[in-house]
Nanobody, 123 residues
Framework: QVQLVESGGGLVQAGGSLRLSCAAS????????MGWFRQAPGKEREFVAA????????YRADSVKGRFTISRDVATTTLYLQMSSLKPEDTAVYYC????????????????WGQGTQVTVSS
């Protein structure tokens, strides 16, 4: 089992920045990759970004390229999402997730999920 706890969400004005964190614990040595997903009201949960845990290979959704940066600290088993130039359409609950195998951009591949953190971007 892998336990995930997100933090760092909040209310920010359009154009602002936020950094989300996800602390992982448990059987993290088996983790192949971790990712961020988001779900806006009335919409399906969607892929935002992911990173392979050992090699650090990064994948990002086109909608966040150039604005969001995913990173990880292997020593502390913490995942980050630095969000800049935020837009109202980025408003959603952001979830951290972990998977034991590829492909890592597929939501159904992720076995472990955090409880989510709300990000609200005002116009």
């Amino acid at each position: 089992q892998v336990q995930l706890v997100e933090s760092g969400g909040g209310l920010v004005q359009a154009g602002g920045s936020l950094r989300l964190s996800c602390a992982a614990s448990g059987r993290t040595a088996s983790t192949y990759a971790m990712g961020w997903f988001r779900q806006a009201p009335g919409k399906e949960r969607e892929f935002v970004a992911a990173i392979t845990w050992n090699s650090g290979t990064i994948y990002r959704a086109d909608s966040v390229k150039g604005r969001f940066t995913i990173s990880r600290d292997v020593a502390t088993t913490t995942l980050y999402l630095q969000m800049s130039s935020l837009k109202p359409e980025d408003t959603a609950v952001y979830y951290c997730a972990a998977t034991l195998r590829p492909p890592i951009t597929t939501i159904t591949q992720y076995e472990y999920w955090g409880q989510g953190t709300q990000v609200t971007v005002s116009s």
